[in-house]
Each structure stands twice: as structure tokens, then as C-alpha cells.
């Protein structure tokens, strides 16, 4: 699987929204693109998930670049719950079921 | 949402000692898995089990390791001997398909120290 690159971290206050970019420059045209998030002492958590066109959901809304070679999870007034480390993760069309995590973003939101 | 229960939350145990670890997955989820995290670093993909099989696993999941889930109880990971580098909290997760596109729901991690 295609790797993906994230920021360490990155910091935001309660009511913002948050901008979480994640690079995949070496996608492949049959990869989607996976969010999952952990708080501490939990499991991870599905966000969302997109291959081509834009998605939003309950949670968040992502934007994949046209040419899918970076996408952005975008976080609408986030609140205390919301920080957590969040995971860009590319999954193959018919492939494994596993989960490839990297080291993610930790978000911190502050009040 | 959907809930994945993991029994005991924390587990003690001498080095070469055997320990079971518990998994309740979500009720009518097929597809199960483990995962390790040791402290501080990224959470590995150590096995995933259908209908009976291991279907695939992690050079993690050494031959001391085991899972089952007889008659649609527990999803279990055993450990037979233990050693001192598997202390790690180890996540169960379930889906209900199989493939890329499945939703995985977690548990919340047993804490594994072996001592």
C-alpha cells in the first residue's frame, strides 16, 4: 500500500474548525483514503472515507485533491471530545482487510 | 454505535505463563481482529479470523499466539508461553464484511503486562 504523510501534530482552540492534511503522492488509482482516530486509553475510531469525490458525514467532511494526491480532514467546530490522534490511512480496492496505521496528527483542542 | 467489549481491561502475568485474552465483538459482525500497540508507538495488525480460519496475519503474530471463536462466544487471543516483549494492550476490533471498505469497530484495549 501506498504510504501517506501527516503532520505530528497540530493545536486548535474549541469552536474552530480544524484543517487535518494528510500527502499521499504515490496513491494508486484503486487505494481509498481512510480516517480513523484514537483518543488515549480507546480504540480507534472510523471517521470517514473517499476515493475520488468529496465526502462528509456526522463527524467530518474530507477533500481529496483532484488529482488524489493529498487530502484534508476537516473538522467543523471542534470540541474537547474531538482531540485525538487522527490516522490517514489507504486501502486497497478487494485487498486486505487490515489496517496499516502510522503515526498520525495528534490533535489537541484547547478550551 | 455498535460495541466492542475486551475482558480483562488490564492483565499481570509472570513470563512463561499462558493468558487469554477476551474479545466480545459486535453481535452480528463476521470478520474479527487483534492489534498490538506497545506504549508509545503505532498500533500493528497481528491476525484477522473468519468462519473459523485465520485469514491473515503479522510476522507479529508469532507461533506462541492462537485465536478462536468456538461457537460464536468470545473471540479469543491466547499467548502460550508469554514473554517479557509482549507486554502491550492488545485491541480487538470487529466488521461485519470483510475487504478495504469494511468499518472496523474497537474495543478498548487490554493492558498486557508480563512480567
Known amino acids: 500500500d501506498a504510504k501517506t504523510t501527516q503532520p505530528d501534530s497540530m493545536e486548535s482552540t474549541e469552536g474552530e474548525t480544524v484543517h487535518l492534511p494528510c500527502s499521499h503522492a504515490t496513491i494508486s488509482g484503486n487505494e481509498y483514503i481512510y480516517w480513523y482516530r484514537q483518543v488515549p486509553l480507546q480504540g480507534p475510531e472510523y471517521v470517514t472515507h473517499g476515493l475520488q469525490q468529496n465526502t462528509t458525514n456526522s463527524m467530518a467532511f474530507l477533500a481529496i485533491a483532484s488529482d488524489r494526491k493529498s487530502s484534508t480532514l476537516i473538522l467543523p467546530h471542534v470540541s474537547l471530545r474531538d482531540a485525538a490522534v487522527y490516522h490517514c490511512i489507504l486501502r486497497v480496492q478487494g485487498g486486505s482487510a487490515k489496517l496499516i496505521f502510522g503515526e498520525g496528527t495528534k490533535l489537541t483542542v484547547s478550551s | 454505535g455498535p460495541k466492542v467489549l475486551q475482558i480483562p481491561s488490564h492483565q499481570i502475568i509472570d513470563m512463561g505463563q499462558m493468558v487469554t485474552l477476551n474479545c466480545d465483538p459486535v453481535s452480528n459482525h463476521l470478520y474479527f481482529y487483534w492489534y498490538k500497540q506497545i506504549l508509545g508507538q503505532q498500533m500493528e495488525f497481528l491476525v484477522n479470523?473468519?468462519?473459523?480460519?485465520?485469514?491473515?496475519k503479522s510476522k507479529l503474530f508469532k507461533d506462541q499466539f492462537s485465536v478462536e471463536r468456538p461457537d460464536g462466544s468470545y473471540f479469543t487471543l491466547k499467548i502460550q508461553p508469554t514473554a517479557l516483549e509482549d507486554s502491550a494492550v492488545y485491541f480487538c476490533?470487529?466488521?461485519?464484511?470483510?475487504?478495504?471498505?469494511?468499518?472496523?469497530?474497537f474495543g478498548p484495549g487490554t493492558r498486557l503486562t508480563v512480567l
Open positions: 479470523f473468519y468462519n473459523g480460519k485465520v485469514m491473515e
Open positions: 476490533a470487529s466488521s461485519l464484511s470483510g475487504g478495504h471498505y469494511a468499518e472496523q469497530f
